[in-house]
């Protein structure tokens, strides 16, 4: 069956930098869009990051855009997030999530409700 499984997260420092992964199983992680979400304590969902099946485009919110980078390794079935100059608002839980394979292009800010799989997150905390 379809899985996401998320990996990665900590507690880290301000400045300092993490990779999260999203391990993908039970289908071809080329032929769908995958988007980063967190969610940060009382607040809403938020896509971050997104990557396009087939030729892997990317795209950012402003708040990440130059300090987190979106990559995917094929051959594992593997989308990380590399996270640099972590800020405290940084902290949230981070979730990865397939989009529905009739969705053209990725945006992170578009929203939850094409989604149609999620992992269960992983805990990224930014404190001294």
């Known amino acids: 069956q379809v899985q996401l499984v998320e990996s990665g997260g900590g507690l880290v420092q301000p400045g300092g930098s993490l990779r999260l992964s999203c391990a993908a199983s039970?289908?071809?992680?080329?032929?769908?869009?995958i988007i980063w979400f967190r969610q940060a304590p009382g607040k809403e969902r938020e896509g971050v990051s997104c990557?396009?099946?087939?030729?892997?485009?990317?795209s950012y919110v402003d708040s990440v855009k130059g300090r987190f980078t979106i990559s995917r390794d094929l051959a594992n079935n593997t989308v990380y997030l590399q996270m640099n100059s972590l800020k405290p608002e940084d902290t949230a839980v981070y979730y990865c999530?397939?989009?529905?394979?009739?969705?053209?292009?990725?945006?992170?800010?578009?929203?939850?409700?094409?989604?149609?799989?999620w992992g269960k997150g992983t805990l990224v905390t930014v404190s001294s």
């Open positions: 999530a397939r989009e529905r394979p009739d969705i053209v292009g990725c945006a992170p800010g578009r929203g939850l409700a094409g989604m149609d799989y």
């Open positions: 039970g289908f071809t992680l080329d032929y769908y869009n």
């Open positions: 990557t396009t099946s087939g030729d892997g485009i990317t």
